[in-house]
């Protein structure tokens, strides 16, 4: 069993930036094997994606509402994905999760994604 705890959320203001980590634990060989991605949930809508990795760190996916904005990237060695948010704007503001795939390659399904985190809160202020 993997376990996944993501940090690094807070407030910030519309154009600023923001760094989540994504720590994982358990069978740490196992999920560096694995892809892992990031999504997000905002009030009373549903869970959507937003970026994924291979579990090598090639074939980054992003969603278009943050392509150009947003930068995932892992280090096997520390166990941990991150996701780099830049130039936020009020409409990213949501739960963020990160979550490990059964799959050793990038994916955008939810489906997908075996283990998943509590999530970390993004608001961004206007």
């Known amino acids: 069993q993997v376990q996944l705890v993501e940090s690094g959320g807070g407030l910030v203001q519309a154009g600023g930036a923001l760094r989540l980590s994504c720590a994982a634990s358990?069978?740490?060989?196992?999920?560096?094997?694995?892809?892992v991605g990031w999504f997000r949930q905002a009030a009373g809508k549903e869970r959507e994606f937003v970026a994924s990795?291979?579990?090598?760190?090639?074939?980054?996916r992003y969603a278009d509402s943050v392509k150009g904005r947003f930068a995932i990237s892992r280090d096997n060695a520390k166990n941990t994905v991150y996701l780099q948010m830049n130039s936020l704007k009020p409409e990213d503001t949501a739960l963020y999760y990160c979550?490990?795939?059964?799959?050793?390659?990038?994916?955008?399904?939810?489906?997908?994604?075996?283990?998943w985190g509590q999530g970390t809160q993004v608001t961004v202020s206007s």
């Open positions: 979550a490990a795939s059964y799959y050793s390659d990038s994916s955008s399904a939810k489906g997908d994604f075996a283990s």
């Open positions: 358990g069978r740490t060989v196992t999920v560096s094997y694995m892809g």
């Open positions: 990795i291979s579990w090598s760190g090639g074939t980054p």
